[in-house]
């Protein structure tokens, strides 16, 4: 394992690329990221998730509408753009360029 | 006579805390908003916190218990965590573009406004010498002088100052910030967003 100070930008870097894959085609809830994300290296917390979540959506890549719930207030339900879905899908390809190139190197 | 709870709302809901549960919330708050400095839309997010902290305290609060305290309190803002901003705030979403990296622009902030980091009251004296590229020593020795010469005339000048520069961003290497002008700084946004100046309203989707 390379050390953990080396790893920690990698995985912040990515956050937001999974965020936009969790979002994905549905509508989630701040909750259900961090459910997601929970079992996973990149578990993360609310104070992390709604910095990034404005910035998404001040970029047009996500918007949320309220939802009432079953219990206590209305929550935000968030779904991706179509410039989201545009730059999940260019994401994408690049994390499958930037994998096969990683493979290939060095062999 | 004995105060046993605060009543506070929390952007939807509200809650009732103890002393020690209020103080702390009070001081998350805050932190939560001095590490939001420089974010466009702190308010938001401020109140994407809030109703975190309402629904975590409501879920751990005992059935029998109406009143919050630091028992469910510090669980939960453990479990919220503080507040970490994305890489770099800016609207651009070319950071993953590798063959596009964002320039620096020192050569842009000659614009006229105000500056915080390293600022007395506001940053009006500072963002002034900048952008005239004059000493700030020399523009805050002159604006006193002034201010004493006019007995005071130019007090509101300041003030009409303070609420029309636009704040630089703030640059994570530069000085730190002093508790008087990010006091101002928070005050101005926090009247900007009331007046719905240069802030993008919430979407409706």
């Known amino acids: 394992m390379p050390a953990e100070s080396k790893l920690a930008p990698i995985r912040k870097g990515l956050l937001e690329f999974l965020v936009l894959k969790i979002v994905g085609g549905r509508s989630v809830y701040v909750a259900d990221i961090l459910r997601k994300l929970a079992g996973t290296e990149f578990s993360t917390q609310e104070g992390t998730l709604y910095p990034l979540l404005s910035k998404l959506r001040r970029e047009d890549l996500v918007q949320y509408e309220w939802q009432e719930s079953e219990a206590g207030p209305p929550r935000k339900y968030y779904r991706l753009t179509q410039a989201g879905q545009a730059q999940l899908a260019a994401l994408d390809d690049y994390w499958n360029l930037l994998n096969r190139t990683v493979t290939n190197l060095g062999h | ?6 009543v506070v709302r929390l952007n939807r809901t509200t809650l009732q805390l103890d002393d020690s549960a209020y103080a702390r919330l009070e001081r998350y708050l805050e932190e939560s908003a001095s590490l939001l400095e420089g974010d466009p839309d702190p308010e938001e997010i401020i109140a994407d916190l809030e109703q975190a902290v309402a629904e975590q305290c409501t879920r751990r609060l005992p059935s029998n218990q109406s009143v919050v305290t630091l028992a469910e309190l510090e669980p939960a803002l453990e479990e919220i965590g503080s507040v970490q901003l994305p890489g770099n705030g800016s609207a651009s ?10 320039p620096r622009r020192p050569a842009e902030s000659r614009a006229l406004q105000q500056i915080s980091q390293g600022a007395v009251i506001s940053g009006v004296c500072l963002g002034l ?3 005239f590229r004059l000493d700030a020593t020399l523009v805050r020795v002159a604006f006193v002088l002034l201010l004493i010469f006019t007995s005071g005339a130019l007090i509101p000048v300041y003030l009409a100052l303070m609420v029309l520069m636009p704040y630089a961003p703030l640059d994570p290497d530069g000085a730190p910030v002093r508790w008087l002008p990010a006091k101002c700084r928070a005050a101005m946004e926090f009247l900007r967003a009331k007046l719905g100046v240069d802030r993008p309203r919430k979407i409706a989707a």
């Open chain 2, 1 to 6: 006579m004995h105060r046993i709870a605060t």
């Open chain 2, 93 to 102: 979403s070319s950071q993953w573009q590798a063959s596009s990296p964002s």
């Open chain 2, 129 to 131: 010498a900048e952008h």
